[in-house]
């Protein structure tokens, strides 16, 4: 028995050192990836994807060996032994579900989808800026090609659901597929009745100066996080990336024309203090990171929206507002800046969507990427079906690829189901916040006054410091006792939109 | 035949994709180390060790791996039928050298270097602040004893000779003494004469804001390199590094009392070009790199000294000088601001010395390095050794060990034999500037209209492109003729010594 134990805690160790491995080269292509997208000098893209290609086949290789399983076969005994909820049970649970859906796909497969989506990256930008598909096509062609093949490696009753596990562990197409259907069902009605809406937002139109808008940035050390963990950083497409839970960088982006960095960074924020809270403890491990990307997308939606386009938040931040933006804000009323940016109107671009539009946007994707997967729609018309969907879910006309179809990044990288997860976030955002309302009773006060260390200390506790020791509906099970369920959201949404109505 | 051709033509392959991927996994090792000293959040440092640890072990792995030995074997016939000068040819000979040389290496000697290195760099840090060597000695101690195994792996005249192949290749230690006999012997009387020469170089000493520094930066430019392709960012300690020939970073620093940045840009401009300038053809192998570290300080002491310092290149940017720092230079004549940036006087601190004392600094460490390793002198005593030997070459007194035998980093990291290379570099500079001179009779002319192209193309035409194609001896023989002679970087200095007397 007392062998038996040590030979365990000496696989137990072995595991973590090899998966510490796989995870410090997961984390370097992380930064390549950051520096790409931040710093890179332009020229250096095509060797920049051959460097992630080699990073990401030689963190699969070092993964899939066959001493992992070795290994893990000697740790059955020991993880059955051991409370479900340990750090040690955790790690040997998620690393035998991964090592198993790894083994199945080829590293030569592998390597193809990670250079073919470098490869991709500076054409989508390319594309993006002359605003022609076409330029952009075979890439993605390439790309879905490759997601064919991936998703042939796994026994799943539609290919679908072999890409929105790896972003969505667990999650099957058809639960998506019922709670879109239950979302945009609720949401039409919506949209329409705050079409009636009378909402004056000129004054988020005009002049900002981009410097000025960094300025603004500041909101992220008051919301906190801990000084000399982070960083924020221009880019194209804003996003957030750690490299550990000590190395956070936040990226936003500032067009001039519009009040747009500040809420990219509150929801980039959201992102970066889950990976931020993750426990010191699992630093290194696979479990550092957060659970899933709805999780992770209900986190920045939280900030940027339950508390960015709240009213008690902007009673504490407004004044700083108006001392950045005077020429705009000094003659407006708080509560004509409130309404404005709550105001509900179908949009183009998906990132400037508003709170209740945006999930037709996603709806929209998920359906385009099943038909794409499935090769029922020809990608020569893309565009034309695209713009056609556009029309008929939000009523507005798309008048170019830029700000159609080409708007987003995600299928440069060949992120096939990743989009779902964005609109399911807002669902379960809302989930969550009424779990936090009932436990924090004075949240609203404390907003007012530009504190934030109970909302943060409430998600450091029930969400972030878990990473990825539970799944996701495990995570959501402990936290509101129940799956998903866009009640709530849709709830929230009509008690807001009925009260801008009123007034 | 045929088939043998097929064979080998398949192995080399084979070779030069393994050497590509250890090649990916060093660059990438170089991001994290220039991210680490640019942009990482500074809590980040613990677990950026551990992944830069990661990534070092992998790539000496996957180097050391005998599949790469069975494929050196197979390619030995195919070599011998390659002319020497061949990109496959140079690029199997590099891999066979540093494979064998690797394979002596015991991973755990390896291992116990990089950590008792990365444990020493703090405790110097802080024997440093409290100029305290006593603090530092146990950590040199050790550091030494590693070095020592490590020469005992290398079948070498004298130990120093294995340490200085790591920078130098095939450079000897009784080549190092002879050439700095000769250097010695003619920078003494020199830097004796220097002392009677009178320049007022008080135009150097003020307020120089960063910002402004960071204008100048943009000389890099004019200097010349591919747009898209490099960048610059402030740093603690200069450096330059490359990611790829289309990615050069550059680092400099501004301290604000002194004229610091624009000197530390042109040379760490030189070193960037080096790498830049490779063949594009050696991209992601081995060769893609300068092929020592003295021919890579030729390179950055050209661009700051022979360049940096010429009147022509004065006559060109100092109007921008006086147009960035008015305050400063309006009322300073240019050959008064010449003669200052070009006066010759002893001090204490290496990397602010003067070009003709910079090599007593080095010649003395070089003395102390051979003694420490060979035991023959008192690590209790090396302070006052030191010491001595700064009154004895220099003529300064050293006030502390902080400004003594603490200033460089270079020993808490285990790099014993590294610092001959600077000097070294020196002695090359000239070296070449002599040939330059000659195959470019219109080079002042050329300096003098901020042209540099024909300099930037006869570099990368006699030096650059050939990466590690040829040894620093072969270099060397093919550009010049001949081996290190420091002849003519002596007369170099004399008669600017001369001129600056005479004036």
């Known amino acids: 028995m007392r062998h038996t134990a040590r030979v365990s805690a000496n696989a137990y160790e072995g595991l973590k050192a090899r998966l510490g491995e796989v995870w410090d080269v997961t984390k370097a292509a992380y930064l390549l990836s950051w520096d790409q997208q931040t710093m890179m000098p332009p020229r250096a893209g095509p060797v920049r994807a051959a460097q992630l290609g080699t990073l990401s086949k030689l963190a699969h290789e070092l993964f899939v060996d066959d001493e992992v399983g070795r290994l893990l076969d000697r740790l059955d005994g020991f993880e059955a032994e051991l ?3 340990s750090d040690e049970a955790s790690l040997i649970r998620l690393a035998r579900r991964e090592w198993e859906k790894e083994r199945r796909v080829p590293t030569e497969l592998r390597e193809a989808m990670a250079r073919t989506a470098a490869e991709a990256y500076p054409i989508w930008v390319e594309a993006r800026q002359r605003s022609d598909f076409s330029l952009f096509r075979p890439c993605l062609e390439r790309n879905v090609e490759l997601r064919r093949r991936y998703a042939a490696c796994f026994d799943v009753e539609e290919p679908y659901d072999a890409l929105l596990d790896d972003f969505e562990p667990g999650m099957k197409t058809a639960e998506v597929r019922a709670v879109f259907a239950e979302l945009k069902q609720g949401l039409v009605p919506l949209i329409a ?8 937002d000129s004054c988020l139109r005009g002049h900002f100066p981009r410097e000025r808008q960094r300025e603004l ?3 992220v050390e008051r919301f906190g996080l801990t000084e000399g963990s982070w960083r924020i950083d221009p880019t194209e497409h804003p996003f957030a990336a750690s490299m550990a839970t000590t190395d956070v960088r936040l990226t936003s982006r500032y067009p001039e024309h519009e009040l ?14 889950y990976e931020h809270q993750v426990d010191p403890a699992l630093e290194r491990t696979p479990l550092a990171r957060g659970t899933s990307l709805a999780i992770h997308e209900s986190q920045s939606r939280m900030w940027e929206n339950l508390v960015g386009r709240s009213r008690p938040f902007w009673r504490f931040f407004y004044p700083e507002l108006q001392r950045v933006f005077p020429e705009q804000f000094s ?5 004509t800046f409130y309404r404005a940016i709550n105001r509900v ?3 183009l671009i998906r990132i400037e969507a508003d709170e209740a539009t945006y999930s037709l946007h996603i709806i929209l994707r998920f359906e385009l990427e099943q038909e794409i997967l499935a090769g029922t729609v020809d990608l020569a018309t893309l565009p034309e079906e695209w713009n056609a969907r556009m029309r008929d879910y939000l009523g507005v006309e798309v008048p170019d690829d830029a700000r159609g179809i080409l708007q987003d990044v995600h299928w440069a990288r060949g992120s096939l189901g990743y989009f ?13 916040w009424e779990r936090i309302r009932a436990a924090l009773p004075d949240l609203d006060a404390e907003l007012e006054r530009g504190e934030f260390a109970s909302l943060r200390e409430w998600l450091r506790e029930n969400v972030h410091r878990h990473g990825r020791k539970f799944t996701p509906s495990e995570t959501l099970q402990r936290v509101v006792g129940g799956g998903i369920d866009p009640g709530p959201y849709l709830r929230y949404l009509g008690d807001k939109l009925r009260e801008l109505a009123a007034a």
């Open 83 to 85: 409370p479900y909820e």
């Open 193 to 200: 009745e705050a079409a009636a809406i009378e909402i004056d």
């Open 217 to 219: 940035d500041a909101i």
């Open 260 to 273: 747009m960095g500040l809420f990219a960074t509150m929801h980039e924020y959201g992102h970066g203090l």
């Open 331 to 335: 003659g407006v009323e708080l509560e």
């Open 345 to 347: 109107r179908p949009s």
């Open 420 to 432: 779902p997860t964005y609109a399911l976030g807002n669902v379960i955002s809302v989930q969550l």
